[in-house]
């Protein structure tokens, strides 16, 4: 049997798995950045610290790393050892994605997709680890990979349970993933006729999910108040100013460049299609986009941190991504060659964003290590500091600091461990302005004392220092 020839499907693979390397590179040199940070510190303290699996906001398929970090503490890892296992476990589903995509459903295109995807919209939210945005650049590629490979082949009853449970996946991880799983099926829906009648019941129980889904999962306090901000949004004049569509422009060639190469490919596709006449697919493609950012204009148009607006726009990569990975499938050979050039200039130009990111997640790592000092300097163990003066540090955001906290400082040992706590001058002339900070099954005296040691005693204030 001849040998078969090496191609452009297999040099974008290889372009592939260099990029996941160099974010596996990043995720070990920057653990710290990554799971000692808000969101991330306070979840992952629970999943070391209890014994069940924890999911947050009904995000029920968000749950795959932390398997990872029970095993590592099942096998006795140190705290190090697991916050290290939590940060490349969130790298390792988008790559275990990428390698299904790739080999196991024989999808190569889907693959290379997933590597645009990882990086195309990602800068900041690279250290923002539990994120469930996050999982909306993988998930939905699945999903489209399981279009593309067995049911497109057509293999029957178990490509269409592949499917549900790709489906499933994705308008589970996210509140937005309704609208991420609405685009993929629909793109398919219009590029492949005789597909038609199997997409249909995924398009309706994608479209029911939307309309019913938060009756069955009651949205959290933060994602109401999301709602909330949306359909005021809908009624009020429009503002002379909106602080999601700076967001882009300021990030786009103002400030930096991350949304430059989203836009390039977001011209790319549309002339694509147009020169292919594919006027139907294009409506799609400008509609997604278009409305995506649009819902987001509206939703968040009196800002957010920067972290979080950005994780607002990271599904835009799945929507420029899916198309382009179509028309890459359709090319001729030559043109595919010629197509891994620009692939790899705008992997590397945001693999290269991304790294440079570390320095803004460092400053927050920073404060937590200057914090952690001061309190073992004062030779106390639950600490309280007020906010104003945190924030005349820059050390904003103060409602995870006990649990960053707690991390960052039981990386000297057990023993080393204590905690702090932020509260606002008014809170402070209350006779007792602590209030618990720990849920049930993480009262002081139930810490797994392989990690954590804290004293039942009542907080203290620290002694107020200059920054």
Same mark, same amino acid.
């Given at each position: ?79 190090? @050892? %697991? #916050?290290?296992? !939590? ?5 390792? /589903?988008?790559?275990?994605? $990428? +390698? =299904?995509?790739?080999? *196991? ?55 269409? @349970? %592949? #499917?549900?449970? !790709? ?5 589970? /991880?996210?509140?937005?993933? $309704? +609208? =991420?799983?609405?685009? *993929? ?283």
């Amino acid at each position: 049997m001849a040998k078969r020839s090496f191609g452009p499907q297999q040099a974008f693979l290889i372009v592939g798995h260099v990029l996941f390397f160099g974010l596996f590179a990043l995720a070990a040199i920057h653990f710290l950045e990554r799971t000692i940070h808000v969101d991330s510190a306070y979840q992952i303290f629970k999943w070391i610290q209890l014994s069940g699996v924890e999911v947050e906001a009904h995000r029920y398929s968000a749950i795959l790393p932390q398997f990872l970090v029970k095993l590592g503490k099942g096998m006795g890892v140190g705290l190090s @050892g %697991l #916050l290290l296992l !939590a940060s490349l476990a969130h790298v390792g /589903v988008a790559y275990l994605i $990428f +390698l =299904i995509t790739a080999y *196991v459903l024989r999808t190569p295109w889907i693959a290379a997709a997933t590597a645009l995807s990882a990086v195309l919209c990602t800068r900041l939210t690279f250290y923002g680890i539990v994120l469930e945005a996050n999982y909306l650049l993988s998930y939905p590629l699945l999903l489209a990979a399981v279009i593309e490979g067995p049911l497109l082949r057509g293999s029957g009853h178990f490509a269409t @349970g %592949l #499917l549900i449970f !790709a489906l499933a996946l994705v308008l589970l /991880v996210h509140p937005v993933g $309704f +609208l =991420i799983a609405l685009f *993929v099926i629909a793109w398919y829906f219009l590029h492949h006729d005789h597909l038609r009648k199997r997409l249909v019941l995924p398009l309706s129980l994608a479209v029911a999910w939307s309309l019913f889904g938060r009756v069955v999962f009651p949205p959290s306090p933060y994602e109401a108040g999301l709602y909330s901000s949306a359909g005021s949004g809908f009624s009020e004049p429009v503002p002379s100013t909106n602080a999601a569509l700076d967001f882009l422009r300021q990030h786009s060639w103002q400030d930096t460049t991350t949304y430059l190469p989203l836009w390039l490919l977001v011209l790319t596709t549309a002339l694509l299609l147009t020169r292919a006449r594919a006027w139907t697919a294009l409506g799609l493609f400008v509609i997604a986009v278009i409305g995506y950012v649009a819902i987001n204009a509206v939703t968040y148009r009196t800002g957010e941190t920067a972290m979080m607006m950005e994780k607002n726009f990271l599904p835009l990569a799945v929507l420029v991504a899916i198309p382009l990975a179509g028309r890459l499938g359709i090319a001729s050979r030559t043109q595919q060659w010629w197509a891994l050039a620009p692939f790899i200039v705008v992997l590397f130009i945001q693999f290269r964003g991304i790294s440079f990111a570390s320095r803004e997640a460092k400053e927050r790592t920073d404060h937590i290590a200057q914090v952690v000092r001061e309190t073992r300097e004062n030779g106390i163990r639950k600490a309280i500091y007020r906010s104003t003066e945190l924030d005349e540090r820059g050390f904003y955001i103060h409602w995870a600091l006990p649990f960053e906290t707690i991390l960052f400082s039981s990386l000297d040992g057990p023993s080393q461990c204590l905690t702090a706590i932020a509260i606002t001058d008014t809170e402070a002339t209350n006779e007792d302005p602590v209030r618990s900070i720990f849920d049930e099954g993480m009262k002081e005296e139930q810490l797994d004392k392989r990690y954590f040691t804290l004293p039942n005693g009542p907080f203290e204030f620290i002694k107020e220092t200059s920054s």
